[in-house]
């Protein structure tokens, strides 16, 4: 079935480090691609999205590229900061089938000073 | 703009005890959804609802009850209260393959 795989965490970084985490998907249909972020004790915020194979979703430094050849989403900063320090999670929407939402595990990220 | 409202942030309950869930959103929003957070296993659907008067069940739906008589307001009822359903609440609401909007979530406590 239709699936959104994130690498486990917690990811731990040093501030300024570069930041990747993986988002892999599959999807029978052509899905529109998010990474939402919560930050401690607050609801989800959208992050970025793509829409279409090649799209390139960036918001406040981090950025996210829909690879359809590799059913990939993989979340990208340059330099985090720790108020970077979330639970980032990627999802999918398959508009074949009355947009169903589908959820990655969440990865819990971790950055110190 | 008000958004995604949920009501209240905070409840203790003990087990067998009733209670609903408020949430409420002013963007004319046709989907609305709840969803539990447990710690290690992200979100799982609870309920959600296509339009006023359309709901269906998500992955955890027992225990729980909803209606939508508005495309405003989409409650979730707890029947009997258990331990097990101790989590934090999200309610969410989009357009279409738009965005999907979180309330700031209730967390819920059963004793």
């Known amino acids: 079935g239709d699936s959104v795989t994130q690498m486990e965490g917690p990811v731990t970084l040093s501030e300024e480090a570069f930041l990747t985490i993986n988002c892999t998907y599959t999807?029978?249909?052509?899905?529109?691609l998010f990474w939402y972020v919560q930050y401690p004790g607050e609801g989800l915020q959208l992050l970025l999205k793509?829409?279409?194979a090649d799209d390139k979703g960036s918001n406040k430094g981090f950025e996210a590229t829909y690879r359809k050849e590799t059913t990939s989403f993989h979340l990208e900063k340059g330099s985090v900061q720790v108020s970077d320090s979330a639970v980032y999670f990627c999802a999918l929407i398959l508009m074949d089938s009355n947009y169903q939402l589908i959820w990655g595990a969440g990865t819990k990220l971790i950055i110190k000073p | 703009n008000a958004g995604v409202t949920q009501t209240p942030k905070f409840q203790v309950l003990k087990t067998g005890q009733s209670m609903t869930l408020q949430c409420a959103q002013d963007m004319n929003h046709e989907y609305m959804s709840w969803y539990r957070q447990d710690p290690g296993m992200g979100l799982r659907l609870i309920h959600y609802s296509v339009g006023a008067g359309i709901t269906d069940q998500g992955e955890v739906p027992n225990g729980y009850n909803v209606s939508r008589s508005t495309t405003e307001d989409f409650p979730l009822r707890l029947l009997s209260a258990a331990p097990s359903q101790t989590s934090v609440y999200f309610c969410?609401?989009?357009?279409?393959?738009?965005?999907?909007?979180f309330g700031d979530g209730t967390r819920l406590s059963i004793l």
């Open positions: 793509a829409t279409k």
């Open positions: 969410a609401s989009r357009m279409g393959n738009q965005p999907q909007h």
């Open positions: 999807a029978t249909g052509y899905p529109s």
